[in-house]
């Protein structure tokens, strides 16, 4: 790794990125991980400010490599550690620091502030050395989060704001789901993405339209019982263009998450 790169574990109180989040903590056998203990970190080889400013700032163009697994993801595998699970077992992800704990927000640890849809996504390695897999193999999705669900966090009683709730994830702290069942064994990246919808009025405009929060667990899933066959697979990125038609889309309306279709392969069940 070159000494260049400075790994981005402390974000800096920016107001313009105030109110992003970042995914790195991972659940598993019921434990909470500490920050990128088994999430891949993002690192930057910018100096400056810029460096908070390509951080802070979301992902708005799924077509390029940070898209992945965050910023610079794709090479950071020998700087987390791989969780071991079976499958069947349920894990999940959670918010940790940095977070902006001076903001006039309605709870004090980090949460998913922007609504929008999320998503699961598993990628085998084709060796047995994950830390080098850049995740330039095949994806499968495994998990698609829309509406609210039993982990879904209590509409507060500010009407202002009830339509955002509609969104399964805002303002979530955790969430856990399953590794199916008949995942074949092996060394997988397992990818976490959250999206929130804005609606693009200007096609050349980088500053505006949806964002796209993501990152990648490292884990080895055990199997020996029944193996299934995933499917269907995409690319990422790959899975999204530029201006992502349903993601074009305003999250305060009522009706936002019973007319929303997410894109990309169905989810497979295992």
């Avoid at 074949?184 to 919808?197: A, S, T």
């Amino acid at each position: 790794m070159k000494s260049s790169f400075r790994i981005v574990v402390s974000l800096g109180l920016i107001g313009t990125a105030a109110s992003h989040y970042v995914i790195n903590r991972f659940i598993v056998n019921n434990t909470v991980s500490n920050d990128f203990e088994y999430v891949r970190p993002y690192i930057s080889n910018v100096t400056g400010d810029e460096i908070w400013y390509g951080i802070l700032n979301p992902n708005r163009d799924p077509t390029n490599l940070d898209f992945r697994c965050g910023p610079n993801g794709t090479i950071t595998g020998n700087l987390t550690k791989t969780a071991t699970v079976r499958a069947g077992d349920t894990v999940g992800f959670r918010l940790g620091e940095p977070h902006f704990k001076y903001l006039n927000y309605p709870y004090d640890v980090p949460r998913i502030y922007h609504p929008g849809p999320g998503s699961v996504w598993l990628s085998k390695s084709p060796s047995d050395n994950l830390n080098t897999y850049s995740g330039d193999g095949d994806w499968f999705k495994i998990l698609e989060i829309i509406g609210r669900t039993e982990q879904s966090m209590p509409v507060l009683s500010d009407s202002t704001y009830a339509p955002l709730y509609q969104w399964g994830l805002y303002v979530a702290r955790d969430w856990n789901f399953t590794i199916p069942a008949t995942t074949p064994p092996g060394k997988y990246l397992l990818r976490f993405e959250q999206v929130y919808p804005v609606k693009s009025y200007h096609p050349n405009d980088n500053y505006l339209g949806p964002e796209y929060f993501v990152n990648c667990a490292q884990i080895d899933i055990v199997n020996d019982e029944q193996i299934g066959s995933p499917g269907p697979v995409a690319k990422i990125p790959g899975v999204y263009e530029r201006w992502q038609p349903e993601f074009q889309s305003e999250p305060w309306d009522k009706n936002s998450t019973s007319t929303f279709k997410y894109p990309g392969p169905p989810v497979w069940q295992g």
